[in-house]
């Protein structure tokens, strides 16, 4: 039987908060970094169907029927059928037991069954040793599968057959772990609470209910659990623009982004919990570097690594290279060190609180300092420029920090610096037509500027801004989806979702239900059968591109809903 490469589209997850594997629509295991997002994977057929690894189901005729998470937990019931039946397939991730890893029930087999799994460890870079002791194959002693039937060694390859007309279990452990049927069961139900607890920190009804618990859902896993970091992607190398080399690793911690899902959160009605680990999580995460901030961190606080290439491996849909790491995280973000002032501005109103303010502060004060440098901008272009949105950011994250400061001189010092980043930006970023510029000289108009009457910089129906859409509605738009502009891509790239939602949200505040509506409509095409959002995706094709599930999306998806609903009558 072959296997293909599944389209990002068909992709699911499920995890721990630790981590997370990624499934097919044939409930075969793809991509799987045990222990943590960010760590070497041991399935990675995602980026090399023959050779990255995989654990799979194998037998003929069996097609996809649906799937469905239970509640708002990540355990995921996949349904596929066969003419002599039907199979389910549970697949889940324990949380709150005595051991870790990927657990998985199958109902009574429809025909005879075939799970083979096939580790490459280290993105298929390390060696495999198994061994079978017991009816548990060792993994070079690190990963430990037991299975309801016998196992078998074949190679590199373990394999058990099921027959038809019998349930079967199977457990990935992290550690070494003898399974039983009873031990899964209770294993499952402390998981299901666990969720349940999880869940209880923010719960929403209203508009686009589905959609909103979905992205919820997805902000969840995608968050680690032992110290709040919150990481762009659990994936790495799946290309923004097909057979090109827009693929990068997002499985860190970029501060930008964390900073716009908590105040995404906080607004959405969170009791605060999660939030406020977020600011934790900053903090210890600054005090492990000597300068003042970098853009983005690893799950255990260090800055991300510089980008390694891949080159055994062939790419999704031979689309290179493939990246671990990541470049950009020695650049100058201005918009980045803003964004966490923007979310603790957020959390202190909404839960009246201070933490941390010492750190916040000097992140005030650096930024006061720093913000006529020219920086890489809000999309981490190699290109230095006056980037317009980086100006407007550090202006409203001033002003709004500084009626939170109780020391008058640090009032005023931030103060001053915003109101000089604004006549900067007066005099230096407009186009000819009147527009907000990507950066002072060019005619370009990027989709980040409609952020500015959403930050509350400027009306929304200020001059500018209303020069701003227009020009975004007639060079960057197609089919109610809205492309950015980047200086360092001279392509075109697919429409990016979370700019997209930016723009339904601007038009909550000009009262125009309509087009919110047909906008939010274009980019929940981009939401899969389980709730998963990519980065961008294709607006004529429709093809998902980019690393999936992109927490900014989600998180931009909320904050467009919650105003909504807000302004409803």
Not at 221 to 250: H, K, Q, W
Request: charge should be negative; include cysteine.
């Amino acid at each position: 039987m072959t296997i293909l490469q599944p389209k990002i589209q068909d992709l699911a997850i499920i995890g721990d908060r630790r981590t997370c594997a990624y499934t097919d629509k044939q409930a075969n295991i793809v991509w799987y970094c045990p222990g943590r997002f960010d760590q070497p994977s041991v399935f990675a057929s995602l980026l090399d169907i023959e050779n990255g690894g995989a654990w799979k189901i194998i037998a003929e005729g069996l097609t996809f029927k649906e799937r469905h998470y239970t509640g708002d937990s990540a355990i995921l019931n996949t349904y596929l059928l066969h003419t002599a039946g039907a199979l389910q397939v549970e697949d889940w991730m324990p949380m709150g037991t005595a051991f870790t890893g990927i657990c998985r029930s199958l109902s009574e087999a429809p025909v005879d069954l075939q799970l083979v799994l096939q580790p490459k460890p280290d993105y298929a870079r390390g060696e495999v040793e198994l061994l079978l002791q017991d009816n548990t194959a060792s993994i070079n002693g690190t990963l430990f599968l037991s299975a309801s039937h016998p196992l078998q060694l074949q190679g590199d390859t373990i394999c058990c057959a099921v027959p038809e007309g019998e349930k079967s279990w199977f457990v990935l452990a992290d550690q070494e772990f003898k399974a039983e049927e009873q031990l899964l069961e209770e294993a499952r139900k402390a998981t299901l609470q666990e969720w349940k607890q999880i869940s209880r920190h923010i719960t929403y009804h209203g508009a686009y209910q589905k959609e909103v618990r979905n992205s919820l859902r997805v902000l969840r896993m995608m968050t680690f659990a032992e110290n709040g970091g919150i990481i762009a992607a659990g994936t790495t190398s799946l290309p923004e623009v097909p057979e090109g080399d827009r693929n990068y690793d997002y499985r860190y911690v970029w501060l930008r982004d964390a900073a716009m899902i908590a105040s995404a959160l906080t607004r959405a009605g969170s009791d605060g919990e999660e939030e406020r680990k977020f600011l934790d999580f900053i903090c210890n995460a600054l005090h492990h570097i000597d300068k003042p901030v970098v853009p983005f961190f690893t799950l255990d606080f260090e800055p991300a690594p510089g980008e390694e290439e891949l080159h055994h491996l062939t790419g999704y849909k031979a689309s290179l290279p493939i990246r671990i790491g990541n470049n950009a995280n020695s650049q100058l973000q201005l918009d980045a060190i803003s964004n966490v002032l923007l979310a603790a501005k957020v959390i202190y109103n909404k839960f009246d609180t201070r933490e941390h303010w010492q750190l916040v502060s000097e992140l005030a004060n650096y930024l006061a300092a720093h913000w006529h440098e020219k920086d890489h901008g809000i999309w981490e272009e190699t290109q230095k420029q006056h980037y317009t949105v980086s100006k407007v950011v550090a202006s409203i994250s001033l002003k709004y920090i500084a009626e939170l400061s109780e020391e008058q001189e640090q009032k005023e010092r931030w103060e001053q610096a915003s109101f000089e980043i604004r006549n900067f930006v007066q005099q230096n970023c407009l186009t000819s037509e009147g527009a907000y510029a990507a950066f002072p000289g060019t005619e370009a108009v990027d989709v980040s500027a409609i952020l500015f009457p959403i930050w509350a910089y400027v009306d929304a129906d200020d001059p500018a801004v209303l020069k701003t859409i227009e020009v975004l509605e007639r060079d960057y738009c197609q089919h109610n989806l809205f492309r950015r502009h980047l200086v360092d891509y001279e392509g075109e790239e697919g429409a990016f979702l979370a700019g997209t939602f930016w723009v339904a949200q601007y038009y909550v505040m000009r009262k125009n239900t309509e087009r919110f509506k047909q906008i939010m409509d274009a980019a929940l095409a981009f939401m899969n059968d389980v709730g998963l959002m990519p980065e961008e995706g294709d607006p004529v094709t429709g093809e998902f591109l980019g690393n999936i599930p992109q927490t900014f999306v989600h998180a931009s998806l909320v904050g467009a809903v919650i105003d909504y609903e807000n302004t409803k009558d």
